[in-house]
């Protein structure tokens, strides 16, 4: 019904900067919050970044002042702008859509998670 697409991974040098991007598709009436995750090797997955439908905004402590989201809700598509990489964001990178509702059923309140992306960050 709902599908999520990340890209934008990729292997980056400490300091760089990298971009994901993740298009939402399917019969979407409106998606609530739209967010980025990352779980690495060993550790539990955690949230990085999230955004409301009303640009409402939630960071991660480590990820604040490097990391920015943001979304286009006419194309329901999420944006994370990283810069200032550390190797400790080496990860793979979730988009995760909450509170989705279908033009079928606009109060459905789906959550719907991407397949992943890895980011690489060497020192």
């Known amino acids: 019904q709902v599908h999520l697409v990340e890209s934008g991974g990729g292997l980056v040098q400490a300091g760089g900067s990298l971009r994901l991007s993740c298009v939402a598709s399917?019969?979407?009436?409106?998606?609530?919050?739209m967010g980025w995750y990352r779980q690495a090797p060993g550790k539990r997955r955690e949230l990085v970044a999230a955004i409301t439908s009303g640009d409402t905004t939630n960071y991660a402590d480590s990820v604040k002042g490097r990391f920015t989201i943001s979304r286009d809700n006419a194309k329901n598509t999420v944006y994370l702008q990283m810069n200032s990489l550390k190797p400790e964001d080496t990860a793979v990178y979730y988009c995760n859509a909450n509170g989705v509702g279908l033009t079928s059923s606009p109060y459905r309140n789906l959550e719907v998670w991407g397949q992943g992306t890895l980011v690489t960050v060497s020192s």
């Open positions: 399917g019969s979407i009436f409106s998606i609530n919050v």
